[in-house]
């Protein structure tokens, strides 16, 4: 089945520690994203993708990095310099990074400080 | 800047009463999109709207986008207990898409 992998399901970081998210799609699709959702809140967009190799940041993207070095991986890095990283985590994709174009999301990662 | 704006935040209805959830921006859209988000799991792509004033209707989901392309509203008649989860709307102008705060819709048996 086509489809969006994000792993872990949930994630522990120690203070100052940098962590990892994965975020893997067979989907064939060009634009990946990174959303942040607070409890009672919308998602929040860190980061997006159109193609590979190329990144823009969302709204939130200070103490968080990505890359995108193969079409159907986009990992989010989440370092020591973000001050309150407990939140769900969700990737997406779309077919190209058009605005008339569904989003597919994953199942998310739960992020929390040790 | 860019705001979409979802109202109300919680809904609670008793099973066979109706249910709508509204959105507005503060600039024109280019489309909105809805998404329904069960409790623990991942946003899902409802609908997309596109044309001023359009309604599009799946089942007792009756999806409308304004004139003016600032507002959308999601309407659900007669719920039913598998109508339970958030709504999002997300509001793209041109270029990015803002999600709306989301309204957690409770369904009593």
């Known amino acids: 089945d086509g489809g969006i992998t994000q792993s872990p399901k949930y994630l522990f970081r120690k203070e100052g520690q940098n962590v990892t998210l994965s975020c893997e799609q067979n989907?064939?699709?060009?634009?990946m994203y990174w959303y942040r959702q607070d409890p009672g809140q919308g998602l929040r967009l860190i980061y997006y993708?159109?193609?590979?190799?190329?990144?823009q940041k969302g709204d939130i993207a200070e103490g968080y990095s990505v890359s995108r070095e193969k079409k159907e991986s986009f990992p989010l890095t989440v370092t020591s310099a973000q001050k309150n990283p407990t939140a769900f985590y969700l990737c997406?994709?779309?077919?190209?990074?058009?605005?008339?174009?569904?989003?597919?999301f994953g199942d998310g990662t739960r992020l929390s400080i040790l | 800047g860019q705001q979409v704006m979802q109202i109300p935040q919680y809904q609670h209805v008793q099973e066979g009463e109706d249910f709508t959830t509204y959105c507005n921006s503060s600039t024109t859209l280019s489309n909105i999109q809805w998404y329904k988000q069960r409790p623990g799991g991942h946003p899902v792509f409802l609908i997309q709207?596109?044309?001023?004033?359009e309604v599009k209707k799946q089942k007792r989901l009756t999806f409308q986008f304004g004139e003016a392309k600032k507002n959308s509203s999601l309407h659900i008649t007669a719920t039913q207990t598998t109508d339970v989860g958030t709504y999002f709307c997300a509001g793209n102008d041109f270029n990015k898409f803002y999600f709306g705060s989301g309204t957690k819709l409770n369904v009593k048996p």
């Open positions: 993708s159109q193609i590979v190799n190329d990144f």
């Open positions: 997406a994709s779309s077919r190209t990074g058009g605005s008339n174009q569904p989003q597919h």
């Open positions: 989907l064939n699709h060009d634009a």
């Open positions: 709207l596109v044309k001023s004033g």
